[in-house]
Each structure stands twice: as C-alpha cells, then as structure tokens.
C-alpha cells in the first residue's frame, strides 16, 4: 500500500520546443529509432569519454541530447524546485548563475518561475544556441528579467547580490565548488544518483556546513550525515515519477533502460536558516524526517531507512500488525511520536503524516 506517489508533468510547451529543435538538426520528433540509435551512440560516448566535453559538433549527439538527456535532467530539476518551493527556498533571490549549464535544464524551473535574471556559464557555443532557441520557442524567454552566456569565468569573477548558484552534473567534472561560491546566497546541487557522485555530494555537505552554510532539503538537521559516517558504501538519493509523453515512449521501445522513475542527489543550501520554521506556510510542531531509502521486506516485518539526525535509523512495521504501508524514497514526513524503539528501528502501529 502506497501512501503517496510523487508523480509530475512534463511540460506540453517543452514537447513542441523539443520537436521544432531537433527539426533544425535534421530530426524529427517521431524517428524514434534514429534517436534511439543517437542516444546509444552518446551513452558509449560519455562511458568511454567520462571526462570529456559532449560532441556538440555532431548532429546525432545534438539529437540524443535534445531529445533524451535534456527531459530527463528537466524532470529532476523540476523535483527539486518543487521541494525548494514548499521552503520558500527562492525568495528573496534575484540573480541565478548556472555554472556549466549546457541546455539550461538545471535552472530552467526556477528561474522562469521566479522571473529572475541569469548568468549562463557554458563553454560550447553550439550548447548556448540550442538553450537560446528552447528558451524562445517554448515561451520561456518572456519569463526571464535578463541574461547572458559567459565562456567561463575567473577567480575574481563578481557574483551579483542575491545569487543562487546552479550546479547540475557540473561537481563530477570539477570535483570542488568554483572559489567565487562563496559569495552566492543560495546553492542548488544536482548530481546523478551513482555511489561514486552521492558520496561526493555528501562531502560537499559536510565542507559546507563547516563553512557556516544552512542545509534546507534533502537533509531536515544540521548535523554529520549518517550515511557518510556509519556506512563506507551507501550513499544519498532520491527518486520520483513522471508522466513520460508519448513520443518519449515510442524512444525508449529501442533502449535497454527505461525511465519510468527518474533517481538523482541533491542539495539546497543558504546562508540565512530563515526557511527553518516554514513549510507550506505554516510553523511545524514536531520533528521532521526524510525516508531515505527503500521498503526492505524481512520476515515478519518490513523496515525503510528513515533520517532525522546523525544516526542511522529504520521505521519499521512489524507484519502482524497489518499491510505495509510503502512510502517512496524522498517522502518527508512528521516524526512519529508514538512509535517503539528497538535498536536503531522505529516500530510504528499508524501510518507517518506524509508532508
């Protein structure tokens, strides 16, 4: 039994942007195999070239970019920026900087949603036309104050007052946080939900935090992550779902890995904690908490890994009390005040309230 299912769109008007672009790099939207075959193509690419640049120059690169890894990457911006919301993460902001941003999906929803200015920090000018051309025919351009793409920026690079920096699948090229961070207000990190990455990400937590940073979401405490401290392997990530469109559907028929849920890391930090007694408008009571991890059916109970603090806890629900009630990774919920603890296991009688 599921007590919720974060499920989310993909946007009609980012299908016809999609579709109109790819016509400019002789593709259709509905070549599903010829994208399929592209999308392979650029898999191997990024396997046998892990640290090497996309190949803008190459028009079947282009299409699986557009047509497969830019969605994707949208969806899981657009979850983050969902979380963000419910924090009020983005007010107050005025200015984003998008370090390596490619094709914008990292910032795209917040700041069309937030109508802020933006910094677009991408080497490859072939990646700055293609975002400049999304942004415009899917209306999204109108929604933006200003911006501008830089080549790449210095030390000395001046950060505008009130910026949040927008690091999506960047930190696995640069492995550390540009100097110049330190002057942005807010931090919104995406990585991709490998050990290897979460683990890395989790560092960075832990440096952030020894720098004087607030942590606002995943985490819902302040202190040592226990994942990084009781565990040499497991690593921090969340999961969602999301309603793929028809024509990504007809793709995917031809590729031995499916989408139907999208996984990824996460971070979003501030240097004002002013969020910490806000969730959807209203002052919390008791203690919060994120389910961590998976349903883990054992005999005679099932156990889903749950953090609140530094240690690393399992709610559990014993099997002869009833069916049990499979929440999905990423969830937050309200600390349970009436359960019964054995070890590091939360036995509940009655099911968390879901936030």
Known sequence: MSLITRTFDFPENLTQAIALNLKDWNCDISD????????LRLSDFYADNPKAMTPWNQDWAVAAYISYYFPLNWMRSFAVFQEGQ??????GLENIIDFGSGLGSGSWPALVENKLSAQFIELSSVAQQIHRSLLALSV???EIANYQWLKQVGQNFLVPPASLGVFSYSLTEVIELPSWATQLEKLLIIEPATRDDGRRLMETRSKLLQQ????????????LCPLLTHSKSDWCHDRIHWKMPTWFQEIEKHLPIKNSTLTFSYLLATKTPSHQAKISDRKLTTQLARITGDHLPEKGKTRQLVCRGE??????????????PEIPRGVLIEWPDDGESKSNEIRLRKNPKIL
């Open 86 to 91: 419910r924090w009020s993460f983005f007010s």
């Open 311 to 324: 240690a690393r806890e399992y709610l559990a629900w014993m099997s002869r009390h009833g069916e049990f």
């Open 32 to 39: 599903a195999k010829y994208l399929a075959k592209s999308i």
């Open 212 to 223: 004087g940073w607030h942590i606002v979401a995943p985490c819902t405490h302040q202190g």
């Open 140 to 142: 999204a351009e109108k």
